[in-house]
Structure formats: C-alpha cells, structure tokens
C-alpha cells in the first residue's frame, strides 16, 4: 500500500538534528557526510548519492558544474527518482531547494523518509506508520511501564526505547535497573547503546525530549524506524516460541488438525519453575491470541461459509446435500472450537496469577539469597578474628584497645541477631509456598544458624581471655610507668653529662679554664649518687620481667611508656665512665697552655708599654721642631739628623718586639689586657716616626735651597713661618683653602669673597696647590711668598737656578725637569731648551743657558 502524499510542508519546529543525523547513517556508507542540511543538498550532488544508498539503484550520471543551471538540473534528477517511486512531491521544487529553502529541503527529506524508511513496513496486515506503531506495541509489550500508544509522549520517559533494544539485545540493556522517575538517563542509555552497539546513530537529544510537553511525531518515528530496519525479522515469532509451536500454528495445517493439537496446549496447566519460562509462555499465548487465531477465525468463518454455499447449491440443483466424513462435520468444528474457547478460557488469568505467584517467590528468594548474602560477607573472617591469640603478646593499651574493639564487636553481633532471624523466617515462607529451590535454601540457611552458634560460644570465651589478660598487664604496667618516670630524667641528666664532657670549649684566660674545671669537679661529685640512681631504675624493670615470667605473658617489645632500655642507660652509664678522664685530662692541658699564653702576653705587654710611648714622645718633638724658629734653618736640620740617627739606633727594641709578637700568634692570642699597644699599632707608629723625620728633614732642605736661591734673608724665612704657623690651627703642616685665605687677606691680598676676589683666589691657589691636593704645604707657601717679595729674575738667577737643580752639571735632563718641577713648569722649560751639543752631553741632554736666552726679560718667568 502507498502512503498518501503530505499536504503540508514540515514546519520549522521539526529538530533538523534528527533529520541530519538520519541522512549520515546512509551517506557514511558511501564514505561522506552533511553538515549543514539546508546548505548540503543545493548543489543535488550529495542528495543524489543519499538516494542512490537508501535505494540501492544508481541514479542519472550528475553534472559537476558549479553554475546554477547545473545545480539546478541535479536537484531535478533526485525529485524525478523519487517521483519514480510513486511519490508524489506537492509544490517541492528544484529551485527552492538550490536556493536553500529550509522548509522545502526539510519537507523533501521527510518525504524520502516516509518512502523508504517507513512505507515498507507490514505488521499484521498493517503498514507505514500503523505498521510501525503496531511492531513497536508487539515488542515492548512485556515490559513495565510501557505503554506505546503514538509516536511523541509515549516515548518520553526512555523507557520504550531500552524495552526494544533488551527485547532484541537483553544483554546489552539491564532494564531491571532503570527508573521511571529518571527520564534523561533513560534516553541516553538507550541512545548510547544503540549507537555503540547497533549502528544506529543518535539522532534525539534527550533533554529537547523531557523539556517537550509533546516530543516531535516525526522526528521520533524518524527515529524509531531505524530501530525497525536494525532488527528486521524481528517480528516474526521470537525463536523460543517457533521451539514450541512449530506444528501446532503452522498456516497449512487443517482446522479441525489445528483445534486438536492446540486444545491441549491451553489445558496444560503444569507451572514452570521460572518467572522467565512463565513470561514466555504468556508471550506465547498472546501471540496465538492476537496472530495464530485470527486467521483459524476467519478460515473457520470460510468454511462455514462455503459449507453454507455449496448446500445451497446443491439444494437449487436438486442434487444431495454433502454429507462431510466422520468427524469432519460442521457440528464437529463447532464443537472443537467450543472446546477450544474452553480451554482457552483461564488460561491467560492462571498465566497471570502463577507469573505473580513466581515474582512473590523470586523477590522472597532474590531477598533471602541478598540478606544471606550480606550476613556471610559480615561474618567471613569473624571465626578466625575471635580465635586469634593476639592478647598473649599484647601491651595493656593493645588489651584495652581490643577489649573496646570486642564489645563494639559484640553490640555488631547483637545487631545482627535480626537479620538472622529474618532470614530464618524467609527461609520457612519459601518452604510453605513450595519454592522449587527449597532444598538449597535449607541448607544454606542452616548453615548460617549454626555458624551463628559457634559466633557466640567463640564471643563469650574470648571476653573471658580478655579481661584475665589485661588484670596481669595492670601491675606490670605500672611497673613500667614508674620505670619511665625515673629513667626519663636519668637519661637526660647522662645525655646532658655526655654532651658537656665532649663539649668543645674555647677560653682564653687563666680565669676561664680555672671556671671549667672547678665546674667539672662539682659534676664529679654527683657520680656516686647517679649511679644509685641506676641500679634503683634497673631494679624496676627487673621486677617487671619477673612478674611476666611467672605468669607467662610475652612482653610485647619495649617499655610503652618510653624508649630508654636498660641497655642505653648501662650503654650510657659506661660512655659517662669514659668521658671523666678524658675531661680531666683535656682541662689539664687547657690550664697549662693558658699559663704559657699569660707568660707570652706580660713579655710583649712589657716592651709594648715602653716602644708606644718613646714613638709617640720622638713624634711630637720632630714636630715641635718642624713648627718651632728655634735658630737657623742649618740648625734646625742638624737638630733633626740627630733625631733621625736616635730613632735608626732604636731599632734593635722593635726587632725584639716584633720576635715577641710572633710567639703571640704562633699560640693564636687574640687580645692582651696588660697594654694598648698592638703589634699593628707600634708598625705603624714606627713607619710613621720614620717617614716623618725623612719628611722633617727634606722640607728643611727645600727651605734652605729655596732661601739661597730666592735669596731670602733670615728673618724673612722666620716671618714666613710665623704666618705660616698662625693660621695652622690644627699644627698639621699644612694650609687648608680658607686657611690660606685668611694668611692671603693678613698679608694684604685682595681676595675677598666677590667675583674678582674669588678669580685672583683660585689663581693664586692653581699656583700654590697646582695638583688640586687641597692643600698648601709651607714650601708652597715660600715659593708662592718668594716669587711675590723678589723681582724678577735675571738671566744669571735662571742660569744659577737651572744650574742647583741639574747638581752643577753644564746640562739638565728631561727626567730631572719633571722630578723636580711641577708637571706644567716642567713641560713649559723643556718645550724652550735647545739640546746640548758639548763634549759631557748625556742621552735627551737639554742646554739650560738656551732657556735663559729665549726667555730673558719675560716677566711671567
């Protein structure tokens, strides 16, 4: 039969999803799939390939251009196929299709869809979408909670679909366990299963489901027809029933043959052992009632009817009416048939009752296997658990913590008493409703009753071990406690003394060794108590193990109460007898290196404290010398050659020190309380005196060479001094540049602090300190004063001058210029000298009389 051809276009609201989905089951064979279904089946290429797939025929060859006129020709191609499949497509054109019409495109596929999904399948003499409905009725008819009645709320709460895969696949689906209260699990069960195991992608989504008062008819019948074409033949009698009635609905089989065979199939009323043999066989009978006796209704119907007819015939023709063989007669049928209604009747409702019968025996025995079950899982382990000796080598806090352990066992056990008596009870009710298993459900629960038994006699005795146990333990507990009181501290107090004996100890006088040992004498003292101390603690433990030894309980391990044995305490006890001595010995030698250091320090000290202050003495007079105008400048030099030959005889005290200050370090003494002095100190010192005189000395030189060269009388010189003298606050030979200014303004130099005083300043002080040292030095000063008091100097002045500085030779070096001149005056002389060309001419030898000649008459000079 044809399906009518669809009057209205699908509307938008159908899930485009499950038409998608349903398009790439097929087109995956060829190895492609859609994306997008409006957009996909433009071009007609790939909805010529879906035909070709779900028809198995081949279609026109397609054309690949890519123009519209192409695509449009493609389109066509596939409407004209289905067109050819008595499909009749009302206002689907190729044009709406090629311009992405969703409602067109959609309508079309659901048109294919009806034609070679759904119009093909025949149930019982009804097809399409009834046939559909009515196969769906037929397979989940058994199951709980199924009702199908149409193709959208039928289906929302999962439990049809899971019903139509275990039907088929019971071994993929435990639908025992589903619920009906949780609709979303139930879809997508099913929807997994079936893609994972029956190539049936998925093409529902579960929530769009649930959240739909009316789910989409057609996407769901889309759906549910895979279901149909993945199980094709499954409509046929299941193969247990086929088992069971080959002979018996075989269609060829004579009425009154058939009433005969069947009659006492429906008078069987022997009960099975299973609820699943007695499902079946209700299967079974539904199945005779809805399609093995319609059709024996209808031929009997026929043969009466043709009975009927012919003696009717018979009768217009005068002829006799047909008298059919014994037992083949009209009343015959009639009363096979009456019969078979009889045994019929009754049959369904004993089916029924003896189903139920079963299900209450199988959730009795389901209950008594599951509470049976859960008791041997409790009590397995629990014989050997109160059989265990464990107590015998057990501390006391081991005893308690197992007799708190067994009487939480013991109120388990208790509780456990119901569930006992709860089996006991199930066991009886399956043996007054004759179950079929009764004798392993005796025996099993006798097993249990008397494993019971011995649970309690194994309780009871074990309680008694317990607490005989823990009263031994009481008093050796306390043993052990006092033990650990007393040994804690003793064990320190030995720790401690150890510690203390091998302590490294570091002093540094006398005092601090003789401390020490004072304190080790006292720590000597105390040993002879200590080790009374010992032998009580000892004398503890001792009782302890006696105790255990009479009654004969193991100690389990060490003291609980503390980690000291008697073994560490005599093991310490000994280390403590080794260590005296030794520390007796190591404070010994300590005192007598201190008295050898103090020796050492008083020795340096000594000299130390006549060395530092005959350095600071010869100090202070050189520079007391230095400032002082005692006599002439020749005086003050020879004055001070004396100095210098009294502090080189001095020497010899130095030496010695020095010799006395290496012992010190060699017996690494860090600090003496006897002096002040250090070695560094009096180095320095020393370095000082003698780099001071040396000084002392050349400045007097420069003075004298300055004075005969500038010609500076005597009492110029002193008058320099005292200037000099007067403003060197601090006596350090030398002028600061605000002390200079203020010797500058008292000799009446314009240098006050305005623009102009400031420039003559700092041109008197580039001069004066051309280093930038910040400082003037008193020859500076001369020099400076010199060059301001004299005029000019003459020819024969430079000459002579030249003439000092180059020792009288008849020429002066390069090397003598920068040495003795400043670095611009020595670079300003050599620039202006000629060599010298005489016979006793040096190496880079200069003609000084040359300087004398080109610069005479200047007046910087």
Not at 13 to 28: E, G, K, Y
Not at 367 to 390: C, N, P, V
């Amino acid at each position: 039969p044809r399906i009518p051809p669809p009057k209205l276009l699908l509307p938008p609201a159908v899930p485009r999803s499950t038409f998608t989905a349903w398009c790439n089951s097929h087109l995956r064979k060829a190895g492609t799939q859609i994306e997008n279904i409006d957009e996909d089946f433009r071009d007609g290429l790939k909805l010529m390939l879906l035909l070709e797939v779900i028809s198995g025929e081949r279609l026109p060859k397609p054309e690949r251009g890519k123009m519209r006129v192409h695509k449009i020709n493609n389109v066509n191609k596939a409407l004209d196929f289905i067109a050819s499949k008595g499909v009749k497509l009302v206002s689907i054109g190729a044009e709406e299709i090629v311009d992405g019409n969703a409602k067109m495109t959609l309508g079309m596929i659901w048109t294919i869809i009806l034609r070679f999904a759904i119009q093909d399948i025949s149930v019982e003499e009804t097809s399409a979408k009834e046939g559909l409905l009515l196969w769906c009725q037929r397979k989940t008819a058994p199951y709980k909670n199924v009702n199908v009645q149409n193709f959208h709320i039928s289906w929302k709460d999962g439990l049809a679909f899971n019903a139509l895969i275990h039907r088929h696949r019971p071994e993929l689906i435990e639908y025992d366990k589903l619920r009906k209260d949780d609709p979303v699990t139930n879809l997508n069960n099913a929807f997994e299963v079936a893609e994972k195991y029956l190539d049936i992608p998925k093409m529902l989504d579960a929530e769009d489901i649930v959240n739909t008062a009316r789910p989409d008819e057609k996407a769901i019948m889309t759906y549910v027809s895979s279901f149909y074409h993945a199980f094709s033949g499954a409509q046929k009698v299941p193969a247990a029933a086929a088992a069971v009635l080959p002979e018996r609905f075989h269609p060829q089989q004579p009425l009154l043959e058939w009433i005969r065979r069947t009659i006492p199939w429906l008078e069987d009323r022997s009960p099975q052992k299973t609820i699943q043999e007695m499902q079946q066989k209700l299967e079974d009978f539904r199945d005779y009632r809805r399609v093995h006796k319609p059709p024996k209704v209808q031929e009997k119907c026929q043969l009466e009817i043709n009975f009927n007819t012919l003696q009717t015939k018979l009768r217009l023709s005068n002829r006799p009416a047909f008298m059919p063989s014994e037992g083949r007669m009209v009343s015959d049928i009639n009363n096979g048939w009456q019969h078979l209604e009889q045994a019929e009747k009754g049959y369904e409702e004993w089916l029924l009752n003896e189903i139920r019968r079963l299900e209450r025996l199988d959730h009795l025995a389901e209950k008594f296997r599951q509470k049976a079950s859960i008791h041997e899982a409790w009590t397995e382990g629990k014989e050997a658990m109160l059989k265990q000796k464990d107590y015998e080598s057990a501390t006391l806090s081991d005893i308690k913590a197992l007799i708190r352990k067994h009487e939480a066992f013991e109120s388990d056990l208790a509780a456990h008493q119901d569930r006992v008596e709860q089996i006991a009870a199930i066991a009886q009710e399956l043996n007054e409703l004759d179950y079929y298993d009764s004798p392993s459900v005796n025996a099993r629960c006798q097993k249990i009753c008397d494993q019971w038994d011995v649970l309690g006699s194994l309780t009871h005795s074990r309680r008694e071990a317990l607490e005989k146990t823990e009263k031994q333990l009481e008093t050796i507990d306390e043993l052990h406690l006092e033990y650990a009181k007393r040994a804690a501290p003793f064990n320190n107090w030995m720790e401690s003394a150890m510690e203390d004996l091998q302590d490294m100890f570091i002093v540094h006088t006398i005092e601090e060794i003789e401390g020490l040992i004072a304190a080790h004498d006292q720590f000597k003292s105390t040993l002879p108590d200590a080790d009374k101390e010992r032998e009580a603690i000892l004398g503890i433990q001792r009782e302890a193990q006696r105790i255990a030894d009479f009654n004969s309980i193991k100690l389990g391990g060490n003291n609980p109460y503390t980690s000291v044995t008697p073994q560490i305490i005599n093991s310490k006890w000994e280390r403590v007898q080794q260590l005296v001595p030794k520390r007796d010995h190591a404070l010994l030698d300590e005192q007598s290196k201190q008295q050898s250091n103090e020796h050492l320090r008083r020795q340096f000290a000594s000299q130390a404290n006549i060395v530092g202050p005959w350095i600071q003495t010869k100090m202070e007079e050189i520079g007391r010398i230095s400032i002082e105008m005692n006599g002439t400048l020749e005086d003050q030099l020879n004055h001070l050659k004396q100095y210098e030959q009294s502090i080189v005889d001095y020497k010899p005290n130095i030496d010695l020190l020095e010799q006395q200050h290496q012992l010190i370090q060699e017996a690494l003494i860090f600090d003496n309380k006897h002096t002040n002095y250090t070695m560094e100190h009096i180095r320095v010192g020393w370095e000082q005196l003698l780099t001071t005189i040396a000084r002392t000395i050349n400045e007097v030189e420069n003075q004298i060479l300055t004075r005969d060269a500038k010609g500076i009388s005597q009492e110029q010189m002193q008058e320099f001094r005292a200037s000099f003298n007067h403003f060197d606050k601090d006596h350090g030979g030398a002028l600061g540049p605000e002390e200079f200014k203020a010797c500058l303004i008292s000799l009446g130099y314009d240098v006050e602090n305005d623009r102009q005083g400031d420039a003559e300043f700092n041109r008197i002080m580039s001069l004066v300190d051309p280093n930038g040292s910040g400082i003037v030095t008193f020859q500076a000063f001369i020099d400076f004063m010199s060059r301001e008091t004299t005029d000019t100097d003459t020819a024969d002045q430079v000459i002579a001058s030249f003439k000092v500085l180059a020792g009288d030779k008849n020429y002066i070096t390069a090397e003598e210029l920068r040495r003795e001149l400043p670095p611009e005056q020595a670079e300003y002389c050599i620039a202006r000298m000629a060599p010298y060309r005489g016979p006793d001419a040096a190496p880079g030898a200069l003609d000084y009389k040359s300087f004398s000649t080109a610069l005479y008459g200047e007046s910087d000079l």
